[in-house]
C-alpha cells in the first residue's frame, strides 16, 4: 500500500528563496520577526523552520506570496490564528509559511452585503466588531484567541450553534487566491450563489479544513435568510447576556459510580434534547472529564436569551441527578461578550502546552463500557499529563442542514469528542502519544479504534486533525482517513481539488488530495 500521508517522508525541500515581487514582505531566518512567526503555531510539539515567512499585508501581496514561492519551487503553508494542533503549518517539509497576521481586516462590504473578514482575523476580532458595530455575531462565541481562517474552513462550531447551526452555514462567500498547474496565480470569489461559476469553490470552503485549495484573503459572512443592505440584519442578533454555570468535582472524592452517574445523566440528557427542534438550542454545554493530575471534572453550561434561569435549573437537576459527591457551582449572569472573553471552554496552559487531540461525532452517548475504560484511564494516578475527553454539546440547528450542503458531511450528531492530552517539555513527546492512543483505541475499540460511521459515531472533525487515522496501526476499521472526516462529500472535494489546484500546490498530511491519489483503505 502506497504511503497514505505521500508528503510526511519527504526530505525537507528548503531551496533559497528568491522572493521577487514578494521581497517587501519576507522574512528570513536572520530577520528579528522570524523567530515570532515561525513560533506563532500553539503546539510546542510542533517546529518549523522555512526559508521564508512572507507577512502580506492585502491579496495582491498574497498573491504575489504565492507566486514566489511556486517559482522557487517551495512547499507552502498557510498560517491564520496557529491553533491547529496536528503538523499540518508546522512541518518540516514547508519551505514557504504565508502568514495572516496583517490581514485581520472586519469590514461591511456593500457590493456582496455582507461582512468582510480578513483570512488572518482572530476569532475575538471578529465577535468584537460584529457584535459592538452593529449588534450582530456568527455563531461561535467559544475560543477567541482562535483564527477565522482555519475555523471557518473546518466547518466552525461553538455556544450558539444549537440555535443558528455551523459558522459554515452563514458563510456567503470566499475570496482566494488560487494557481492553476503553469504557476499561474490568480484571485477567485467565490460565493454560495447557485449561478456563480465559482460555487464549487464557495462549497469546498464550508468544511474541508484549510490548507487544500489556495489562501483565503477574506470570508464574506451573511446568512442564507438575510437579504437587504442592512448590516444588523445579516446576521443572528446574540441576546444581552449569557448566564453560566460552572460545576466542578474534585477527583479526590469523585467515585467511579459518581463518575459513571455522571456521564450517563449528560449523556441522556444530550440525547434528548440535541433534534433540529428543541427548546433547549439556547443552551451550550461541555463536559470535561479531566484526568486525576488535573484535579478536577468540569461541567461549563452557558444559557442566552428568555428563561434562561429555569433552563438551567432543569439542565442541572438532570445532569446532576442522583450525584452525591461533594462538589462546587459558580452561577453567573455575563454580558454577551464578556462571556466569549471569558475563555468559558479552554484552559491553556503556557506549562502543559504540547499537545495531541482526537475527534469523533458521537450519534448516541458513550455506552456503560466506555464510560469504564475513560474512567480507568482518566483515574489512574501514574498518569501525568493533563488528559481530558471534551463531551461538546451538539446539535440543534446544526442537523438542519442537508450533509451535502456543505462540506460538512456529519449533520445528525448529538454530541462532538474531543480526547486530548497536554505535556510539558519535561516529558518524552512519546510516552503521552502512545498513551492516548491507546485510550483513544480503546475507546472505539468496537469500530476499529476509530469513530467510524456507524449507529453510534460519526467520524471524525478536521479541525481536530489527528493523523493516526491514516495510519492502519491505529485505525484498523477498514475506513480511510478521509472518510472519517469528510464522508460521501470527498469525491466532490477530489473534483473541485482538480480543477483549482491541479498540480496539488496546497497539501498537508490531510489535505484534500487529487482523484486517484486517494487511498482505498486507511
Ligand atoms: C484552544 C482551542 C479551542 C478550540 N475551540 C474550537 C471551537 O470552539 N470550535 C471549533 O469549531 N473549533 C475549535 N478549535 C479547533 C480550531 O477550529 C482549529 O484548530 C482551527 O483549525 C484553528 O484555526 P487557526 O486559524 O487558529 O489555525 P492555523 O494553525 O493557523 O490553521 C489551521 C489550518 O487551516 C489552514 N488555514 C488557516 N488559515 C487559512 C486561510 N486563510 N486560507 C487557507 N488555509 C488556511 C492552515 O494552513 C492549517 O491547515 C479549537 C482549537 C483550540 C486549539
Redesign the pocket.
Known amino acids: 500500500m502506497a504511503n497514505p500521508l505521500p508528503y510526511a517522508d519527504a526530505a525537507p525541500a528548503r531551496p533559497r528563496s528568491r522572493t521577487g515581487a514578494a521581497a517587501a514582505f519576507a522574512v528570513g531566518p536572520d530577520d528579528p520577526r522570524y523567530a515570532f512567526l515561525v513560533g506563532r503555531?500553539?503546539n510546542r510539539r510542533l517546529t518549523t523552520k522555512p526559508a521564508v515567512v512572507y507577512t502580506p499585508a492585502g491579496t495582491e501581496q498574497v498573491r504575489r506570496a504565492v507566486a514566489a514561492a511556486l517559482a522557487d519551487g517551495q512547499r507552502i503553508?498557510?498560517?491564520?490564528?496557529?491553533?491547529?494542533?496536528e503538523a499540518?503549518?508546522d512541518n518540516a517539509d514547508v519551505a514557504a509559511l504565508i502568514d495572516?497576521s496583517r490581514l485581520r481586516q472586519v469590514t461591511w462590504d456593500p457590493v456582496h452585503r455582507a461582512f468582510s473578514v480578513g483570512?488572518?482575523a482572530l476569532l475575538r476580532d471578529v465577535y468584537r466588531e460584529l457584535f459592538l458595530g452593529h449588534g450582530v455575531a456568527v455563531p461561535?462565541g467559544?475560543?477567541p484567541?482562535?483564527?477565522?481562517?482555519?475555523?471557518v474552513?473546518?466547518?466552525?462550531?461553538?455556544a450558539r450553534s444549537r440555535r443558528h447551526g455551523l459558522v459554515v452555514d452563514h458563510l456567503y462567500g470566499v475570496e482566494v487566491v488560487v494557481t492553476d498547474g503553469a504557476g499561474r496565480v490568480r484571485r477567485v470569489v467565490a460565493t454560495r450563489d447557485t449561478d456563480d461559476p465559482h460555487h464549487d469553490l464557495w462549497w469546498a470552503h464550508t468544511g474541508a479544513?484549510?490548507?487544500s485549495f489556495?489562501?483565503?484573503?477574506r470570508f464574506l459572512f451573511r446568512s442564507p435568510d438575510a437579504s437587504g443592505a442592512d448590516p444588523s440584519r445579516a446576521l443572528p442578533r446574540p441576546a444581552a447576556r449569557s448566564l453560566v454555570a460552572t460545576v466542578r468535582w474534585p477527583w479526590e472524592t469523585l467515585t467511579e459510580p459518581a463518575f459513571t452517574r455522571l456521564v450517563t445523566n449528560y449523556g441522556a440528557w444530550h440525547a434528548e434534547h440535541s433534534g433540529v427542534d428543541t427548546p433547549f438550542a439556547d443552551l451550550n454545554s461541555s463536559l470535561v472529564l479531566s484526568c486525576r493530575a488535573a484535579g478536577q471534572v468540569t461541567l461549563v453550561c452557558e444559557i442566552h436569551g428568555d428563561g434562561a434561569e429555569q433552563m438551567l435549573d432543569s439542565y442541572l437537576s438532570a445532569v446532576t441527578a442522583g450525584l452525591t459527591v461533594p462538589h462546587t457551582r459558580d452561577v453567573r449572569s455575563l454580558p454577551w461578550l464578556d462571556a466569549v472573553y471569558a475563555e468559558l471552554?479552554?484552559t491553556?496552559s503556557p506549562i502543559f502546552n504540547r499537545y495531541k487531540g482526537k475527534g469523533a461525532y458521537l450519534r448516541r452517548p458513550y455506552d456503560a463500557e466506555q464510560i469504564a475504560i475513560a474512567y480507568r484511564y482518566l483515574s489512574d494516578p501514574a498518569y501525568t499529563g493533563r488528559a481530558a475527553i471534551n463531551l461538546l454539546a451538539y446539535g440543534g440547528a446544526i442537523n438542519a442542514v442537508d450533509p451535502a450542503a456543505t462540506a460538512v458531511a456529519q449533520r445528525d450528531s448529538i454530541l462532538k469528542s474531543y480526547v486530548g492530552t497536554a505535556w510539558s517539555a519535561a516529558d518524552p513527546d512519546e510516552q503521552h502519544l502512545t498513551w492516548l492512543r491507546h485510550f483513544y483505541r480503546d475507546l472505539h475499540a468496537a469500530t476499529g479504534g476509530v469513530p467510524m460511521p456507524s449507529s453510534a459515531t460519526d467520524g471524525s472533525y478536521i479541525?481536530?486533525p489527528d493523523t493516526d487515522l491514516a495510519n492502519p496501526v491505529w485505525n484498523s476499521s477498514g475506513v480511510p482517513w478521509h472518510a472519517l472526516y469528510f464522508k460521501g462529500n470527498y469525491a466532490r472535494l477530489q473534483q473541485i481539488k482538480a480543477r483549482y489546484d491541479p498540480a496539488d500546490r496546497f497539501r498537508?498530511p490531510l489535505s484534500v488530495q487529487l482523484p486517484g491519489q486517494s487511498e482505498d483503505q486507511a
Open positions: 503555531g500553539i503553508a498557510v498560517r491564520s490564528g496557529g491553533h491547529c494542533i499540518l503549518v495572516l483570512g488572518g461561535g467559544t475560543c484567541t482562535v483564527g477565522v481562517g482555519g475555523y474552513l473546518g466547518g466552525g462550531f461553538g479544513g484549510g490548507g489556495g489562501v483565503v484573503t471552554y479552554t491553556m479541525n481536530y498537508h
